[in-house]
C-alpha cells in the first residue's frame, strides 16, 4: 500500500438467512398485501402517490423513478438470495454497469478481466474512456493484479465469473484480498451462474451484479439489472444515481421478474445437470477441438468451482470450439432443432450462437483471440427441456456441421 491508499474493511454481512434457498426464492420481498390478503403482490402502475400533507406522502412513495412497492419488493428478494443487505433494480444490466462506473470520478483506472461481455468491453472501452476513466483489460487477473494496479488511480476490480463466453473462472478471494489492501473495490458479474450457484459476497466482493434478463427472471421476456452490495455508502452512492440518472425498470417488469426468480433454484438447477450431459458429450465427440465447461474435471479452473459454486455445480452455460472453422460453427447453429439460434442466455429455452460474429463482433479480432474467443467458438446455453434430447440434438448438429460436408466433398456433392 502506498501513500494516500486506505485499506478497505469488510462491511457488516446481512444476518445469516434463516432459510434455505428455495424457500427464499419463494418468500423473500413477499409479504402478503395487507388490505385483500393477496398471496402475490399487485402491480403498482402509479408513477406518483398521493400526500396528506406538502411533502408528507400517504406511505414510503412519492414518485416511481425513486422508488416503487415491486422494485423494492424484488430488490429485497435479490439481496436476500445474494447474501446481500441491498440490492438496487436497473432497466438493464449495461445501465447497472454504467451506473457504477459513472459512480467513479474522472481519472479513475479500472482493471477488468479480458473477456468479458460485449457489451460491457463497448462500455469500458468506448463510454467509460469518453469520461476519463481508463480500462486495462487482463487474460490472467490473479497473476497480474497487483501489477496492474495503479497507486492512488485503480478503483475497481471488475470480474466475470465464469467469463463471458470462454466459463474462465476467477478465485475471488484472492482478488479481493489483494485489492482490498490497496482500498479498491471488487465487482463480480454473476449473470452466468446466479445466485442459486454463486455468492461472490461471501467470497470477499464488494458489488455483485447480473443482468436480470437471464437467469434470475429466466423467460425471455424481461429486460432489467441488479446490483447486491453490503455498504451503506455504497448504497447511499448507487441510491442517488439510480434516482438521478432515471435507468430505472418498470413496475411490470420487476413484477415479471420477481415472478421468475421464484423458480430459479429449480431452473438453475436443472440447466446445469443440462450443460453437464452436453459438456460429457463435447469432449467424446471427435468433432470438437475443446470444451470450456466448469463442470467437467478437465476444466483448468476446476478447484475454484468446488470451492466457489454450490455442490461443484458448473451452471447452464457453456461454449466449445468446433473442428472445421467459423463455417462448421455457423452450420451448427443452422443444424439445431431444439436450440435455438439466438443471443442473450439463461431461459427456459436452449440457445445456440457463435459469439466471434454475434455477441462479441465489436472487440477487435486480435483481442477477442487473446482471450480465447475465436470464430470457431460455439456457445451454449441449456435451458431445462429434457436433458436427453438436447445431447441427441446437439450430436446430430454436430455430424450435420462437421461431418457430412466431408462425405460431400468425396462424393463431389456442392452445397
Request: glycine letters at 8%; proline letters at 6%; charged letters at 20%.
Amino acid at each position: 500500500m502506498t501513500q494516500g491508499e486506505q485499506a478497505i474493511d469488510t462491511p457488516p454481512r446481512a444476518p445469516s438467512p434463516v432459510h434455505k434457498f428455495g424457500t427464499l426464492a419463494v418468500h423473500a420481498g413477499a409479504p402478503h398485501d395487507p388490505v385483500t390478503g393477496a398471496v402475490i403482490e399487485p402491480l403498482s402502475l402509479s408513477t406518483t402517490f398521493a400526500q396528506t400533507g406538502v411533502g408528507k406522502p400517504v406511505g414510503l412513495y412519492e414518485y416511481s423513478r425513486s422508488s416503487n412497492p415491486n422494485r423494492d419488493n424484488f430488490e429485497q428478494a435479490v439481496a436476500a438470495l445474494e447474501h446481500a443487505r441491498y440490492a438496487l433494480a436497473f432497466s438493464s444490466g449495461s445501465a447497472t454497469t454504467a451506473t457504477i462506473l459513472q459512480s467513479l470520478a474522472s481519472g479513475s483506472h479500472v482493471v477488468s478481466v479480458s473477456d468479458v461481455y460485449g457489451g460491457t468491453h463497448r462500455y469500458f472501452t468506448k463510454v467509460a474512456a469518453a469520461h476519463g476513466v481508463q480500462v486495462t483489460f487482463s487474460p490472467s487477473i490473479e497473476i497480474d493484479v497487483a501489477e496492474l494496479i495503479r497507486p492512488n488511480e485503480t478503483k475497481l476490480i471488475w470480474i466475470e465469473s465464469p467469463s463471458n463466453p470462454t466459463l474462465s473462472l476467477v478465485d475471488i478471494r484472492n482478488v479481493a484480498s489483494v485489492a482490498h489492501q490497496h482500498g479498491i473495490m471488487v465487482v463480480v458479474d454473476n449473470t452466468f451462474l446466479s445466485p442459486y450457484i454463486q455468492n461472490p459476497l461471501d467470497h470477499g466482493a464488494d458489488i455483485v451484479v447480473h443482468s436480470v434478463t437471464k437467469y434470475i427472471n429466466g423467460h425471455s421476456d424481461v429486460l432489467m439489472g441488479v446490483a447486491a452490495f453490503n455498504s451503506d455508502e455504497l448504497n447511499d452512492r448507487l441510491t442517488f444515481l439510480q434516482n438521478a440518472i432515471g435507468a430505472v425498470p418498470s413496475p411490470f417488469d420487476c413484477w415479471l421478474a420477481h415472478r421468475g426468480l421464484k423458480t430459479l433454484h429449480l431452473r438453475a438447477r436443472e440447466a446445469s445437470t443440462n450443460a453437464t450431459s452436453i459438456g460429457h458429450a463435447l469432449e467424446s465427440s471427435p468433432n470438437v477441438v475443446a470444451v470450456n465447461y466448469p463442470g467437467l474435471k478437465s476444466h483448468p479452473q476446476r478447484y475454484i468451482a468446488l470451492k466457489q459454486h454450490r455442490d461443484g455445480m458448473g451452471g447452464g452455460m457453456l461454449s466449445f470450439r468446433i473442428k472445421g472453422g467459423q463455417e462448421a460453427a455457423e452450420r451448427f447453429c443452422q443444424n439445431t432443432k431444439i436450440f435455438t439460434l439466438a443471443e442473450s442466455l439463461g431461459g427456459v429455452e436452449s440457445l445456440v450462437e457463435v459469439p466471434g460474429s454475434m455477441t462479441h463482433a465489436g472487440i477487435p479480432r486480435e483481442q477477442r483471440e487473446a482471450a480465447g474467443v475465436f470464430d470457431d467458438l460455439v456457445r451454449l446455453s441449456c435451458g431445462v427441456e429434457d436433458a436427453d434430447d438436447l445431447r441427441a440434438d446437439v450430436l446430430q448438429a454436430l455430424e450435420k456441421a462437421v461431418v457430412a460436408p466431408k462425405i460431400n466433398h468425396a462424393n463431389g456433392i456442392k452445397r
